[in-house]
């Protein structure tokens, strides 16, 4: 997945966003981290659509396979 082609997420002033808000892909993380689930965070981020977040969580799965190929 190339960013620059992507339709959900963009790169606002240095930080990975969900495309068309100020959200940062780094909140969702958060969320995961703390436990809380993927409901919860569309539910308080409702600018949020779920095929972003899919795309987001595909976009960290290709680099992390990345990483562990090298």
């Given amino acids: 997945m ?9 790169n606002q002033n240095g930080n990975l966003t969900f495309f068309g808000t100020d959200i940062a892909v780094s909140i969702l993380f958060n969320y995961l981290k703390a436990g809380r689930n993927l409901e919860d965070f569309l539910e308080d981020y409702p600018n949020v659509k779920i095929s972003q977040v899919n795309e987001a969580l595909e976009l960290a ?4 396979n990345l ?3 090298a």
């Fill in 2 to 10: 190339n960013l620059s082609k992507s339709d959900s997420l963009q």
């Fill in 61 to 64: 799965e290709e680099q992390l």
């Fill in 67 to 69: 990483v562990f190929k």
